[in-house]
């Protein structure tokens, strides 16, 4: 490898700073340390920033998309399309909620499903289509709705609120993309229903969480929803904590067997801060990947664009392919990075490929995209801790692991 010293680089370390630190020990001292004011300031401050009229915090990105499924009515009997390539999250909620997976393979070169699959993928049981920003890269809605449109005729709804859409549902999974925009709107605007999550790995982390927000132009009550995910995510308890804290209000009503998901004033308290800083967090992870971007593209070395004219990703992650190399390749320049400190990573081995998705009766075989995309993939650290230095490090040590292979 290259003559330097060895260094030590995480694949994703969270940016955590005093103020963070300090916001955390004052919700701990406040007396509230579960759900409360810094929850419902944060999810205020969410809203505001995405552009929608309402936002929910819960304790994940996985709870926020099962959630919505279940307020949405899904269940066994219908059918819910997401991506082959995808981390397991997209698709285990739609068998918590007793529906049937259907995946969808990507486009030949692409990190994206194939939209004209999507389009036959769609029957009179189709309930959700989830969509997957991998990467922090928005996917093309456009063409989604347009399909989605040509497909109305086949939607059967279930409930009011399927009648209301009157059609298939777009709720996106956004774990990545907090913060990216695509033709003037930010994530969480397009989608109906748009699920964000601030795992530690996250651009945005409240070491555990998520959010989930929604359209306010399909004529859907904000309150009622708002009261739905509520109800949902705290037992069916028709109060929470807060509400409770009024004079002679200790008394509720269970109107529903839930679940319970979440978020709490210590994960919102970090949360709040983090938000704070997030415009210079996205600014420097575009400076990192336009620094990979110029050192590795002209190798030959292919990465998702992660910037143009009319969109912007979050820039959650760096996905580079290596042209003409196999798995067993590729999985040998990840190790010769880690003998130097480079931690990488792949994203994603598509579903098909895992046990619990072979005995659901998937096969690879049938991904074949999905399965070309993930053979020669390598994500590269990619965080806002990385100096210019850490970056070159990584870039050269790559460089020299390829010539080794």
């Known amino acids: 490898m290259i003559d330097n ?43 505001e920033y995405v552009g929608v009229n309402k936002a929910v915090c819960l304790n994940s990105a996985t709870a926020a998309m099962e959630l919505t499924l279940r307020i949405l009515g899904v269940g066994p009997g219908d059918e819910v399309i997401t991506s082959a390539y995808t981390y397991t999250a997209s698709a285990s909620i739609i068998d918590h909620v007793g529906a049937e997976i259907v995946l969808v393979d990507n486009a030949p070169d692409s990190f994206e499903m194939d939209y004209s699959k999507l389009a036959d993928a769609i029957t009179e049981k189709t309930k959700v289509i989830i969509p997957v920003d991998i990467a922090g890269k928005m996917c093309d809605y ?47 605007q397009l989608a109906d229903f748009t699920c964000f999550s601030f795992h530690a790995v996250k651009n945005l982390t409240t070491a555990e969480g998520g959010a989930v927000v929604w359209r306010g132009n399909w004529g859907l009550d904000d309150e009622w929803l708002y009261k739905q995910f509520m109800l949902y995510s705290l037992h069916g308890q028709s109060k929470d904590a807060l509400a409770k804290t009024q ?48 050192k590795l593209l002209p190798l030959g070395i292919q990465s998702l664009q992660h910037y143009g004219e009319d969109f912007a990703s979050s820039g959650h992650l760096y996905l580079v392919r290596i042209p003409g190399i196999s798995e067993d390749q590729r999985n040998k320049i990840i190790v010769k990075m880690a003998d130097v400190g480079v931690a990488c990573n792949v994203h994603y081995k598509p579903l098909p490929m895992f046990t619990a998705y072979k005995n659901l009766g998937f096969n690879i075989k049938d991904y074949p995209n999905a399965f070309e995309q993930y053979v020669n993939e390598i994500t590269l650290p990619l965080h806002t801790l990385l100096s210019d230095e850490d970056v070159e490090y990584v870039i050269e040590n790559l460089k020299g692991a390829l010539n080794d292979v």
């Open 5 to 47: 010293e060895l260094r030590n680089i995480p694949f994703s370390s969270p940016d955590v700073t005093d103020a963070e630190i300090e916001e955390v020990i004052k919700a701990m001292k406040s007396g509230w340390i579960t759900t409360g004011p810094r929850t419902k300031e944060f999810e205020k401050r969410i809203a």
């Open 247 to 294: 004079k002679g209000a200790w008394e509720y009503d269970i109107v529903y067997p839930a679940y319970k998901c979440n978020m709490t004033d210590i994960m919102a308290g970090f949360g709040l801060i983090q938000l704070n800083r997030y415009d210079g967090l996205l600014e420097r992870r575009r400076e990192i990947i336009q620094l990979y971007d110029r």
């Open 142 to 188: 456009d063409a989604i709705y347009e399909i989605v449109q040509s497909k109305k005729s086949l939607f059967k709804p279930n409930n009011d609120l399927q009648e209301l859409f009157n059609r298939v549902v777009v709720m996106t999974d956004a774990a990545h993309a907090f913060g990216a925009n695509r033709n003037g709107m930010k994530c969480g």
